[in-house]
């Protein structure tokens, strides 16, 4: 086992974010034979959980004209207009059924606010609403988090991050995550991660 002090934190292994689903991340269930193993070695287990609903602004779909994959600027800043995918209550939203879900300590779901999306486990894309999770891991007595899941660049990275910047020494297995490298957005998120800290191994 890890130490008492060590936080495993799974990001968004969905059905949508894995293959056959509406944003489908390459080879994402693959990783998830080695995030159960993760899931039995940690004393703080935490998943992540997209939880939109319908009408979410960060849907091409909401956009009149707009293409999947394109940017607009919200109010908050740039954002990607993403396929309808996670939705509350349907089939995507749901937990891949190989992940151990029941090992989970808690299931933070994240992008149920309409008007803001978001990748981080710790905050809306706002970078200012917090999702509860840092307040949960320093309550637990955590000071090293190790990030696992989908995708990558996105709410892996962003995550990983936040997590840096409220002062855990932060790991990500990048083994243990898949990408979407959206026009070079996983290499950028890489060294992004590198410079602020987080600790990348296999």
């Given amino acids: 086992m890890r130490a008492a002090n060590e936080a495993l934190i799974v990001i968004d292994i969905q059905n949508d974010f894995c293959p056959g ?28 959980q997209d939880w939109h609903p319908a009408n979410h602004s960060s849907f091409a779909a909401n956009h009149p004209a707009a293409a999947p ?21 349907t089939a995507g939203a749901e ?6 879900v029941d090992r989970a300590d808690l299931i933070i779901r994240k992008g149920f ?8 486990g710790f905050y809306e894309n706002d970078r200012v609403t917090p999702t509860g999770l840092d307040g949960y891991l320093r309550s637990r007595g955590v000071t090293a988090v190790t990030i696992v899941g989908l995708a990558t660049d996105f709410c892996v990275a962003y995550s990983a991050l936040d ?8 790991t990500v297995l990048e083994g243990a995550c898949r ?3 959206l026009n070079g957005s996983l290499e950028d998120a890489r060294q992004k991660m590198l410079a602020a800290g987080v600790i990348l191994e296999p």
């Fill in 21 to 48: 689903g509406a944003l489908a991340v390459a080879e994402g269930d693959l990783i998830i034979p080695r995030v159960n193993a993760l899931l039995e070695q940690f004393h703080v287990r935490v998943l992540t």
């Fill in 69 to 89: 994959f394109s940017m607009v600027e919200m109010d908050y800043g740039p954002q990607v207009l993403w396929p309808v995918h996670c939705v509350q209550g």
């Fill in 95 to 100: 937990f891949h059924s190989d992940l151990e």
């Fill in 113 to 120: 606010r309409p008007a803001i999306d978001s990748y981080s």
């Fill in 163 to 170: 997590a840096v910047g409220h002062g855990f020494r932060t």
């Fill in 179 to 181: 990408a979407i490298d």
